[in-house]
C-alpha cells in the first residue's frame, strides 16, 4: 500500500473512531429525562437518610426544569455535574454519580447471578496475596516501640487473618504500638477482626442502620486469639479514609487509643454502586452507624486527632510521646538514653537557625573533636578518624546539637564569651564532658 494512502487510511480511521466515541457521549435529551429519573430513585429508596434524600432529589429536579443540564455536552459532564449538585445539598464523599458502561454493564452481569453473589473468588485472593495483603511494614524501633502500616482493608479469608495475625503477633511484645493509617484508603467493610486483638473482651462499640432493610443492628468487637494490652497511638491524615477511619474511631473511643496526625476525610458510612441505566452508576451509602460513647460517627468532620500535626511529623510526634511518657518511669542510665532519642527525633524536624554571630564562641578544638563553622553552620569531625569528613551539627536548642546518628553534643562552661567545655553523649546514654583545648 502507498505510505501516503496508509497514513490518510489512518488519520481517517482515527478520526472516524473519535467521532463515534463523541456520538456515544454526545448527550440525548431523552436519556437526560430517564437518567434524572433513575438517579432520584435510587436515592429515594437506598440513601442513609431519607430526609436528606428527598431534598437532594428535590433540588436535582429543579435544576433538571431550569434547564441546567441541557447546557452540558457530554454524559460524563452531566454526570460531574450531578454529583456536584448532590454535594451542594449534602456533602457526602461517598454519594456521587458516574458515567461507566462498562462497570454498569459488569454491576448488571454481577446482579443478575445469585449463586456465589456474595463469594470472594479466588482471583480477589490472589490479587490482596500479591499485595501481601496491604501490610506494607513492621518495625521494632527504639526503646521497644511497635510500628505497624497498612495501607487498606483486606476482604476476609483465612490467608487475610494468617497474615493479620502474624504482622500483630511481631508486635506483642513492644511496650507501646504505633499503628500508621496515614496511607489507609478503607477497603472491605468485612470483618477480618483485626479491632478483635485490641480488646479482652466482648465489647458493644454501637449500632448500625441499614437503609435497604430499615433495620438497627448492634455492632461488638470479638476478641481475637490474643490480646494487645499496651498503650496504642494511631497515625491519621486527610487521606485515611472509610474503614480506616472506623478502625481508628473505635480505638479512640472504646480503648482510649491516642490519634496524632490530621483529621481524616470524613467518610463514615457504608457504599453500594447502583445500575442507573445508560452507561450510568450511582455511588450511594446505604448504612451508617453510631458510637456506643459518642452516639455519631465521623461523617463530613472526619475522625479528630488527639494531637493535631502534620501527617509528615506524625511518626516522630508519636515517638516522642511514647518516651516522654517512659522518660517519668525510667532509671537515671535508661533517662539518658530515652532523652538521647528524644533529642534526635527533635532534630528531625528541626527549624532553628543557629547565630551565626556566636560561632566565634563555640568553634575550636575540644580533645579529638574539631568544631569549625562555615556557610552559617557549624561542623563536627573527629581527628582521630580517617575520614576527613566534616559532618554538619544540626541545632535541637541553640547550644545542643545533633551529628549524624552518633553523637549530640552539647556547649557548656561558659566563660569571657567563650564556653570552654562540651558534653558529647551517645545513644547507649553515655555522657563525656571534653575540655576546650590550652592551645585552641
Not at 472509610?242 to 478502625?247: D, L, M, Q, Y
Not at 538514653?337 to 527549624?351: A, D, G, P, R, V
Request: a neutral charge; hydrophobic letters at 35%.
Amino acid at each position: 500500500m502507498n505510505r501516503l494512502l496508509f497514513l490518510s487510511l489512518g488519520l481517517w480511521l482515527s478520526a472516524n473512531a473519535l467521532s463515534a466515541q463523541e456520538k456515544a457521549d454526545k448527550m440525548d435529551k431523552l436519556v437526560v429525562q430517564r437518567s434524572i429519573q433513575q438517579i432520584s430513585k435510587a436515592i429515594r429508596e437506598n440513601y442513609v437518610y431519607p430526609d436528606k434524600a428527598i431534598s437532594i432529589t428535590d433540588f436535582l429536579n429543579s435544576q433538571y426544569k431550569s434547564g441546567t443540564y441541557s447546557q452540558l455536552n457530554t454524559y460524563p459532564e452531566f454526570a460531574d455535574k450531578i454529583t456536584e449538585d448532590i454535594r451542594s445539598v449534602q456533602d457526602d464523599r461517598h454519594l456521587r454519580v458516574e458515567y461507566n458502561p462498562k462497570l454498569e454493564a459488569d454491576i448488571i452481569r454481577f446482579n443478575r447471578s445469585q449463586e456465589g453473589k456474595n463469594a470472594i473468588t479466588k482471583t480477589d485472593i490472589s490479587a490482596e496475596r500479591s499485595q501481601n495483603f496491604f501490610f506494607r511494614k513492621l518495625e521494632i524501633l527504639p526503646a521497644n516501640i511497635g510500628y505497624i502500616e497498612f495501607t487498606n482493608f483486606a476482604l476476609p479469608s483465612p490467608e487475610a487473618q494468617k497474615t493479620i495475625q502474624h504482622a500483630l503477633q511481631f508486635v506483642a511484645n513492644t511496650d507501646a504500638l504505633i499503628i500508621d493509617l496515614r496511607n489507609n484508603r478503607g477497603g472491605s467493610g468485612r470483618s477480618n477482626n483485626i479491632l478483635g486483638y485490641f480488646f479482652k473482651e466482648r465489647i458493644k462499640t454501637g449500632k448500625s442502620y441499614r437503609r435497604i432493610t430499615n433495620s438497627w443492628t448492634e455492632n461488638f468487637v470479638e476478641p481475637a486469639e490474643f490480646f494487645l494490652g499496651q498503650p496504642v497511638y494511631v497515625l491519621t491524615s486527610k487521606r485515611t479514609f472509610s474503614a480506616a477511619e472506623g478502625f481508628a474511631y473505635i480505638l479512640q473511643n472504646q480503648r482510649n487509643a491516642t490519634l496524632i496526625g490530621e483529621p481524616t476525610n470524613g467518610g463514615a458510612h457504608l457504599t453500594r454502586s447502583f445500575s442507573l441505566g445508560d452507561g450510568f452508576v450511582g455511588f450511594i451509602p446505604y448504612a451508617r452507624s453510631e458510637n456506643e460513647k459518642t452516639r455519631t460517627d465521623w461523617e463530613g468532620t472526619g475522625v479528630i486527632p488527639t494531637i493535631k500535626i502534620t501527617a509528615d511529623n506524625a511518626l516522630l510526634a508519636a515517638q516522642n510521646q511514647i518516651l516522654n511518657v517512659k522518660l517519668t518511669k525510667a532509671d537515671e542510665t535508661e533517662k539518658r538514653k530515652i532523652q538521647w532519642l528524644i533529642n534526635f527525633n527533635q532534630s528531625k524536624t528541626s527549624e532553628i537557625i543557629p547565630d551565626s554571630t556566636e560561632f566565634k564562641n563555640l568553634t575550636g578544638r575540644f580533645a579529638e573533636f574539631e568544631i569549625t563553622s562555615k556557610g552559617g553552620k557549624l561542623y563536627f569531625r573527629d581527628v582521630n578518624q580517617a575520614s576527613k569528613t566534616r559532618f554538619p551539627m544540626i541545632p535541637i536548642s541553640s547550644l545542643l546539637f545533633q551529628v549524624g546518628g552518633d553523637y549530640q553534643v552539647e556547649f557548656v562552661d561558659k566563660l569571657d564569651e567563650k564556653f570552654q567545655a562540651i558534653n558529647v553523649s551517645w545513644s547507649d546514654g553515655w555522657t563525656e564532658k571534653i575540655k576546650r583545648s590550652t592551645e585552641d
